[in-house]
């Protein structure tokens, strides 16, 4: 089903970060293409080398490089994909999508995107239930993007309640579906 297609996977500032190898490598193995663009504060959480290595692509960061001026087009990005897939999304890039706050290569590409945008929440339980975050989610699902619910359970701050990150296979899966 994910032959071919052409996935833009965003990153963000999540503890679930090292989760999203799982989903390059399977998207990879199901015959997927895959840029991985990722935050500033992503690459705390997960090495570019990684994550490059893994989608056989340079990760996208950065507007620019500082040495030459080059620059990647994220408008290029939003017309090259198929879909884009934000996972794991942290409760400031959620509300920075909502509200268009353009400040990092991630969200100019989100607000870029011609394709359908997946997000899957991951965040502490408290962050989850606020009703910032949650007008937020609800602002990108009118916007028409597929909020992929996240799971209760233990918590990074081992603290239990909702805010897991869906399981990288059954983010495939609504991939799959969406496509099939
Ligand atoms: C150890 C650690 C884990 C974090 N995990 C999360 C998380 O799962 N979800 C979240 O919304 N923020 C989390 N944060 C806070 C984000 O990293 C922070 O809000 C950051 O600015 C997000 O930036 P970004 O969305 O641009 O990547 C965590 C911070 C730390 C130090």
Request: proline share 5%.
């Amino acid at each position: 089903m994910l032959k071919g297609k052409k996935i833009v996977l965003g990153i963000t500032g999540s503890i679930a970060a090292y989760k999203s190898c799982m989903i390059i490598r399977d998207l990879i193995k199901q015959g997927a293409e895959v840029q991985v663009v990722i935050t500033p504060s992503g690459k705390e959480f997960i090495t570019p080398l990684t994550l490059s290595t893994l989608s056989g692509k340079p990760v996208v960061s950065e507007f620019f490089d500082r040495r030459d001026g080059s620059w990647f087009s994220h408008v290029d990005l939003g017309l090259w994909a198929d879909a884009m897939l934000v996972a794991p999304a942290t409760a400031s890039s959620i509300a920075k999508m909502a509200n268009g706050v353009a400040d990092n290569m991630l969200i100019t590409t989100y607000l870029s995107m011609k394709a359908p945008v997946f997000i899957a929440p991951a965040m502490d339980l408290d962050m989850y239930a606020h009703p910032s975050t949650q007008n937020n989610l609800m602002t990108l699902k009118r916007y028409g993007n597929i909020i992929i619910e996240p799971q209760s359970g233990e918590l990074a701050s081992h603290l239990e309640g909702k805010g897991r990150m869906e399981e990288p296979e059954n983010i495939i899966n609504q991939l799959e579906k969406f496509f099939s």
